[in-house]
Nanobody, 115 residues
Framework: QVQLVESGGGLVQPGGSLRLSCAAS????????MGWYRQAPGKPREMVAI???????NYADSVKGRFTISRDNAKNTVYLQMNSLKPEDTAVYYC?????????WGKGTLVTVSS
């Protein structure tokens, strides 16, 4: 089993920044891809950004140029730096890790972008 714990969510004004963190623990050997997904009220969960163990990245079009995903393999932690936040970025953000084809999820952290 892999446990994922997110932190860093909160309330921010439009145009502001937040940094999310996700620490992985447990049976972490073999984790390949880690990433962030989000789910807004009434909408399906969507991929925000993912990063491989070799640091290859992929972003949703809606966040390209504003969000940056990074990974510290020594700390088993993945980060999401979110800049120029918009009200439509409001959602619960979930950390995800893939290990030998199995997806693991954190409990989520709420990001609210509002004035």
């Amino acid at each position: 089993q892999v446990q994922l714990v997110e932190s860093g969510g909160g309330l921010v004004q439009p145009g502001g920044s937040l940094r999310l963190s996700c620490a992985a623990s447990g049976n972490i050997f073999g984790i390949n891809v880690m990433g962030w997904y989000r789910q807004a009220p009434g909408k399906p969960r969507e991929m925000v950004a993912i990063i491989s163990s070799g640091s290859s990245t992929n972003y949703a079009d809606s966040v390209k140029g504003r969000f940056t995903i990074s990974r510290d393999n020594a700390k088993n932690t993945v980060y999401l730096q979110m800049n120029s936040l918009k009200p439509e970025d409001t959602a619960v953000y979930y950390c995800n890790a893939v290990r030998i084809g199995v997806h693991y999820w954190g409990k989520g952290t709420l990001v609210t972008v509002s004035s």
